[in-house]
């Protein structure tokens, strides 16, 4: 077991592999699932399984339920069914032959903003279509990353649609006509029996489609997710211990490195400690413009003071 988790931490802290993260989220709360359902069936729990989990997780068509239950607009694309082990399979398979191609020209910070962007802009067409068209029941729920998956097909194929793939007992196709075909199904399922799914599908497709045009004017619109992602995360960083000494007339040492802004600080760490006129500064800097405005080598350089203070 511990084998298997320093294995699992590895490959979860491989640089810059956003694709195997999200990957891994997916297994791991489908595994989680998995087991809750098992363990509610063999205690007789199955129906508070049912009424406090799985309704919790799953997007509800009713826009009545969504409303007392928001968090399903997110929750839903990171969860699959859990009667059908080839859902997430095929999802993730798919994610993973795209989403390498995308982080080949782009990156994974991009990637987990179209993933998430796609899987709302899915979920928003389902409660839409379910809301607006009468024919349809209100009753059902919507769970998958289809909507995310097919916002990374279709925003990959936008992007590079000449890109060359090789298909089992086809050979090299272009990715324009793989993410064709994924939409034409699609459109064909809108009048089977997932409609909601299909629409949903449609929806994430849209979205990636839209993500790819306005990125290449410039415009990133997954970056206020991803921005989101990572102030949340700098909460719940552990921010390092920096020793505050008493200072007399330092402003003309900050003026200098303020005026210095735009050159990198060329330090020696060999030597055994940091001159305390260039940590006085650094610290001037901070009570200004705060410790996130510093330099790579001007938080190594406070790293290395602290060192030597302990």
Known sequence: MNTFVRDLKQVWNRPDDMVTKLIIINVVFFLTMCVLLVLSSFTQLQLLFQEYIYNNITLPASLGEFLYKPWTLITYFFSHSFDDLFHIIFNMLVFYWFGRIFSEFLNGKKLLGLYILGGIAGGVAYLLAYNLLSSLPDNARLIGASASVYAIVVATAALVPDYRIHMLFIGSVKIKYVAAFYIFL???????????????????????????????????????????????????TKKPTIKVVHRKAKKTIYAETKASANKKTNVNFSSSSPKQEIIDSILDKISEVGYEKLTKEEKQILFEASKKDK
């Open 186 to 236: 699609s459109v064909l399922g809108t009048i089977g029996t997932n409609v909601g799914g299909n629409i949903a599908h449609l929806g994430g497709a849209i979205a990636g489609f839209i993500y790819t045009k306005l990125l290449q004017n410039g415009t990133d619109i997954g970056k206020p997710f991803t921005d989101l992602i990572d102030k949340i995360g700098a909460a719940f």
